[in-house]
């Protein structure tokens, strides 16, 4: 009994091992089977990319050029040696371009680079360029289609354009043996450049601009009145956009990261573009827009007169006109002309009084104000035209005498930009069309409409604005040019061929804002626009440097801007206008922000001579 036992657990024994054996072989069978016959081909492929490497190439970006067809940067390579180069993952030490060039001929696969932008204008231009910079974590949860290794434009256009100039990047792909190390380089795509984009910019203006302004706080706007094409775009202070392209150099790089921080931390706001994202009271330069308005609508005209005592008393208030603050003196009989060239308040009360708030209102926003321009950049404001709806549903109070008042002058609520000044400047230097501001190059960009203003009453402003910068009038650091150009020219000329033949047309502004102080008086921020033709003071000298001049001028220079020699520059830029039209008109705005050191700032002694300087250095032939 016992052996059978023994016997029976001995056959259930072997039973159970064969069976055993039997499943496994199944289960070996199975997977064979399933490796080669259902994962197969995605096993091969595993092996093949094991046996595979693959690094970026990065794709260069196009750049951006002026409006003669030179760039406002390159693209600049910094060079690295790989110092193992069968590593798929090594240290790299820095090269110099000549030590790549030759270690590139010996061994290409011991030399890599990257790209930086560098910016030829760094100051001057850069918050119409803006700048590039690597990718954050906010970008990857934007965009999961970005890698860790691509780089995005910041601020300006390289963000706007940024697809259109980014290219697309290339790779090499090397074959690898069982020790993870580089065999040989199997497969190379070549990089696509990204597009170049022309604009309208004039980087010698825009460097002018910036040194004219020196330590101000403000803006620079200079655009072609007759298209609306944007010259320069300057906001002060401003910062160094080649800080964010990185260095090989250890101490450069520690020296170009200190001075980052500093920038950002900056209380003067460096990388804020005033010239479309600060508002501000447009101040008397509104004016123009008054005298338009009260004389489309009827309301008066060129005989109307004003009696000026210093001050418009209605019921228990008191307006006064600034010459009166000032100075304790009055102007007496006034007329709309000499009331534009005095900048006289007690006008331009009475004025918007006759024309009404409505009247005003519609005037404004036909010319520009309260909305976008659409100039092709982020970050650009509306600015607020005020009206007795608003003001009832903003703030819950009713529309006064008084407002319409302080609207007539460019006060109360009222808020423009420098681009938006700029664009109703131009209106009075091109007879009377509107036209979108823009910094590309093409003419398709163009968009001009008329104004629908009858060219008599923009002849009677043009005749006020030439006598601002005249004397009696209250730019004076333009008083010495329209004498000597209007005695040249004759005062019989009408005022559009006088701006046409370099008469300077303007206006200042000096814009309250704010609280009263202990005194009564609020802090003010200086305006001054001007209009003025360049046919008669550049075309025939340009002529003369484009007939004469066979030399190609096409220089990279990435001098500081600080350190240009701009008398220097004068001759390169002079040879480039030569031959590429400049345009016939300019319309100039300057702002000039109030600050501690300079609470109360003045369009006549604050803005108007940062213009009159950019001016000069147009017209100086010498």
């Known amino acids: 009994m016992a052996k059978n036992m023994e016997k029976q657990r001995k056959n259930y024994l072997v039973k159970a091992l064969f069976f055993s054996l039997l499943i496994s072989l199944s289960l070996l069978v199975f997977r064979a089977v399933d490796l080669q016959g259902f994962q197969g081909s995605f096993f091969a492929d595993i092996s093949y990319r094991n046996r595979r490497f693959k690094t970026e190439i990065p794709a260069e970006r196009g750049v951006f050029l002026d409006r003669y067809g030179d760039p406002l940067l390159i693209n600049k390579r910094s060079y690295f040696q790989v110092l193992d180069s069968t590593a798929l993952y090594s240290d790299q030490k820095p090269l110099t371009h000549e030590e790549a060039l030759v270690l590139q001929v010996s061994n290409p696969f011991e030399v890599n680079y ?62 690898i043996n069982a020790l993870g190390e580089k065999i040989s380089e199997s497969e190379v795509i070549e990089p696509v450049k990204g597009r170049n984009l022309e604009t309208s910019l004039d980087p010698y203006l ?23 094409k944007v010259l320069a775009l300057v906001s002060t202070p401003t910062f160094n956009s080649n800080l964010f392209s990185p260095s090989n150099i250890e101490v450069e790089q520690k020296n170009k990261l200190d001075q980052l921080r500093l920038a950002l931390v900056d209380e003067k706001k460096l990388f804020f573009n005033r010239s479309i994202s600060g508002t501000y009271p447009p101040g008397s330069i509104f004016k123009l827009v008054t005298a338009l308005a009260g004389l489309e609508s009827g309301a008066f005209d060129i005989d109307t007169s004003v009696d000026d005592q210093g001050t418009l008393e209605v019921g228990e208030y008191s307006y006064a006109n600034w010459y009166y603050t000032q100075y304790g003196r009055t102007e007496g009989l006034i007329t709309l002309v000499r009331a534009i060239s005095r900048s006289n308040d007690i006008f331009f009360y009475k004025a918007a009084e006759w024309t009404g708030v409505e009247a005003l209102v519609e005037q404004a926003e036909e010319i520009g104000f309260g909305s976008k321009t659409g100039l092709e950049l982020t970050g650009e404001k509306s600015g607020l035209v005020p009206s007795p709806t608003w003001k009832e549903k903003t703030l819950g109070e009713r529309w006064f ?14 808020l423009v930009t420098p681009l938006q000044q ?33 060219e008599e009453n923009i002849s009677i402003i043009q005749q006020g604005m030439i ?33 046409e033949n370099g008469v300077v047309a303007c206006k200042t502004g000096t814009a309250e804002f704010g609280a009263a102080d202990e005194r009564g008086y609020r802090k003010t921020h200086a305006w001054f626009g001007m209009t003025v033709g360049t046919e008669g003071v550049m075309k025939d000298q340009l ?16 001098t500081s801007e600080n350190e240009k020699d701009l008398n220097t ?5 002079l040879k480039k206008a030569a031959d590429k039209d400049f345009p016939n008109t300019l319309s100039i705005v300057v702002l000039v922000e109030s600050d501690d050191q300079e609470p109360f700032r003045e369009g006549s002694r604050d803005a108007a001579p940062v213009a009159n300087e950019i001016w000069e250095w147009i017209v100086d032939q010498e």
Not at 206 to 228: F, H, N, P, Q, Y
């Open 114 to 175: 990257t790209l930086q932008r560098e910016y030829l204008r760094p100051f001057s231009m850069a918050h119409v360029l803006g700048y590039v910079s690597g990718i954050t974590a906010d970008d990857l949860e934007e965009d999961n289609n970005l890698g860790f290794t691509d780089t995005l434009g910041r601020l300006g256009l390289e963000s706007v354009f940024n697809d259109l100039v980014k290219g697309r990047k290339g790779s090499r792909e090397f074959e």
């Open 206 to 228: 825009s460097t002018v601009a910036l040194r004219a302004m020196g330590e101000k706080t403000g803006a620079v706007v200079i655009l072609d009145a007759d298209t609306g």
């Open 401 to 414: 005498l008084g407002n319409t008042f302080h609207m007539g002058i460019g006060q109360g609520d009222l």
């Open 422 to 454: 700029a664009q109703m400047i131009q209106v009075f230097g091109n007879g009377g069309l509107v036209c979108k501001p823009s910094v590309l190059a093409d003419t398709d960009s163009i968009e001009c409409s008329l104004l629908g203003a009858r």
């Open 467 to 499: 006598g601002a910068c005249s004397p009696g009038g209250t730019a004076y650091p333009f008083f010495p040019w329209n004498e000597q150009k209007i005695a040249n020219l004759g005062e019989n000329m009408s005022p559009s061929k006088l701006i």
């Open 543 to 558: 002529k003369v440097l484009g007939s004469n001049s066979n030399q190609k001028f096409h220089p990279i220079d990435t």
């Open 569 to 573: 520059e004068k001759q390169t830029w």
